[in-house]
């Protein structure tokens, strides 16, 4: 099984929509986790980590369940600029981390 | 957020040349830099952890003699191609760590390199 696990889409949703990407982890012992953004031919970005509590930016917002062991990425209001590809990423202890395929988003006008 | 300068941004190589990348943490010490490979429409593929004095951590399957690593110092870590074939064309990126605490990884802006 692998550590990471991601839908990898498309997903291509209309302006204005909002769309949710899901992620799951297989170690239960995952510390950190992490969404990160990646333009095409491009690094990948960091767009926010993820809190036991869940954390918002904007129109983000970011959910972790330790129980089930999924993290999810909540995007409202898609805009053309949101098309890329969305990165889970987790990390154990010390310098262990891994990355889920990606997940990529087409916001269509 | 903490910044990483990756060095060159593009090659275009004869095969058989050994082409260096250089990877450099500006604004913070990295004990721990990655190295990581990605080919087109698909994920990144991590090569190797580089540690500041130490040898770097290989995946399997990448052969340490064609992908030499050394990180000298805790603000720059080197990846050398060495007699680079058109299989090696790919996207290099370099990631370092801004401290154990936040566990953040913040990467290079990548290498594009080609060889021909």
């Known amino acids: 099984r692998k550590e990471v696990e991601q839908d990898p889409g498309p997903f291509n949703v209309p302006e204005g929509a909002t769309v949710a990407f899901n992620c799951t982890y297989s170690n239960s012992a995952s510390q950190s986790f992490f969404w990160y953004r990646q333009d095409c031919r491009k690094e990948p970005k960091l767009l926010m980590s993820v809190y036991s509590s869940g954390n918002e930016d904007g129109r983000f917002t970011a959910q972790l369940n330790r129980a089930s062991q999924y993290i999810s990425l909540l995007i409202r209001d898609s805009k053309l600029s949101d098309s890329a590809t969305y990165l889970c990423v987790v990390n154990r202890v010390g310098n262990q981390f891994y990355f889920g395929t990606g997940t990529s988003l087409t916001v269509i006008p | 957020g903490a910044v990483v300068s990756q060095h060159p941004s593009r090659v275009i190589c004869k095969s058989g040349t050994s082409v260096k990348i250089e990877c450099r943490s500006l604004d913070f010490q990295a004990t721990t830099m990655f190295w990581y490979r990605q080919f087109p429409k698909q994920s990144l593929m991590l090569m190797a952890t580089?540690?500041?004095?130490?040898?770097?951590?290989?995946e399997q399957g990448v052969e340490k003699d064609k992908f030499l690593i050394n990180h000298a110092s805790l603000t720059l870590s080197t990846l050398t191609v060495t007699s680079a074939h058109p299989e090696d064309s790919s996207f290099y990126i370099c990631?370092?760590?801004?401290?154990?605490?936040?566990?953040?990884?913040?990467f290079g802006a990548g290498t594009r390199l080609s060889v021909l």
């Open positions: 990631s370092a760590v801004a401290g154990t605490a936040k566990n953040i990884q913040y």
């Open positions: 580089s540690n500041e004095g130490s040898k770097a951590t290989y």
